[in-house]
């Protein structure tokens, strides 16, 4: 009794060694084998597919070495098990399997496995799954200008990395640092500044699944920059003939003043008053309301003298009670 009781614990213990031992197999198999890549964005759906023949025994769909993720026999339809719950879909009439939403976890390899006389993979996939690749930022770090030309240097950078370049702009087209675009490569994810149409910048990171950009035009910093430096610090040609022509300005206003001057105390304003025989004097300081003699002057008529007749009141008294009493 005790004697079998030992033996199968013996061959419990030898079952699980192979079981192991199969499963290492698998996974060794697997990594051996040229499978194809697979790059898919986080939050995405996954889906595999048999390209060869439908298996005949035991299919099992698995993630590396030990994560069964579908186990299904073929001779009994609709008998297949889901590990996986509801992030999977399976089909039994051509075995393909899609995985919802997959997250940085889901990175590895997958194997369809059939399970007959021998352990066979009959499709397998390397799966990579990557975030959005992470925005970009292009700024000016400084700007050379001169009348020949104008260097401009830029950075490029993302949250974990950055890179510089210099670009030189003549009149009619810009260059890069050696004309090779300035770059910084990871395993799967690149940081690119280079120049496109010889005047924009393009800062540019990527992965397999995305990418993000940034651009700038280079050549009109180099030109609103000269200008701006040139009316801030003006060269000495250009001091001197603003000086010049202030002064200029300044001599003429001061002749223009002088020559009024002269011309006022040389040919001084005729300001004749008139007033009517026998008129008194008045007083400058009364204001007066315009006559006519005022207007027109003196007569230059030779004035005669009317004798002046006289009648008594009585004449004329007579003389209308002549008229009543006709």
Request: net charge negative.
């Amino acid at each position: 009794m005790i004697r079998n009781l030992s033996n199968m614990y013996l061959c419990t213990i030898f079952l699980h060694a192979l079981y192991f031992l199969n499963y290492w197999f698998v996974g060794l198999q697997g990594s051996e084998l040229n499978l194809p890549n697979v790059f898919l964005l986080k939050g995405k759906d996954l889906f595999m597919e048999l390209k060869t023949q439908k298996p005949t025994s035991q299919f099992t769909w698995r993630f590396k070495t030990k994560n069964n993720i579908i186990r299904h026999n073929p001779g009994q339809l609709g008998d297949f098990e889901n590990f996986y719950g509801k992030r999977v879909e399976y089909s039994t009439k051509n075995y393909s399997l899609q995985i919802k939403n997959v997250g940085l976890n889901d990175s590895g390899l997958y194997h369809a496995i059939e399970s007959g006389a021998e352990v066979t993979i009959i499709a397998g996939y390397n799966v990579t799954v990557q975030e959005q690749a992470s925005p970009v930022v292009l700024k000016v770090s400084s700007v050379s200008p001169s009348p020949e030309s104008c260097n401009v240097t830029m950075t490029c950078s993302t949250q974990s990395s950055s890179l510089n370049s210099t670009f030189t702009c003549t009149n009619q087209t810009c260059s890069g640092d050696g004309g090779d675009p300035a770059e910084v490569v990871t395993s799967d994810v690149s940081l690119n500044l280079y120049l496109s149409n010889g005047s924009i910048a393009i800062c540019n990171h990527s992965n397999k699944v995305s990418w993000s950009k940034a651009t700038m035009e280079i050549e009109p910093l180099c030109f609103e920059d000269y200008v701006r430096n040139a009316i801030s610090s003006p060269s000495v040609p250009l001091i001197t003939i603003s000086s010049c022509l202030v002064g200029f300005i300044m001599a003429m206003c001061i002749l223009g003043i002088c020559y009024c001057k002269w011309t006022k105390n040389n040919h001084p304003t005729d300001n004749r008053e008139t007033h009517s025989p026998g008129s008194d004097d008045q007083s400058p300081n009364c204001d007066q309301s315009p006559t006519v003699y005022s207007m027109l002057g003196p007569s230059s008529l030779p004035l005669e003298s009317i004798p002046l007749q006289t009648a008594s009141p009585e004449s004329i008294y007579a003389e209308v009670d002549n008229h009543g009493g006709a």
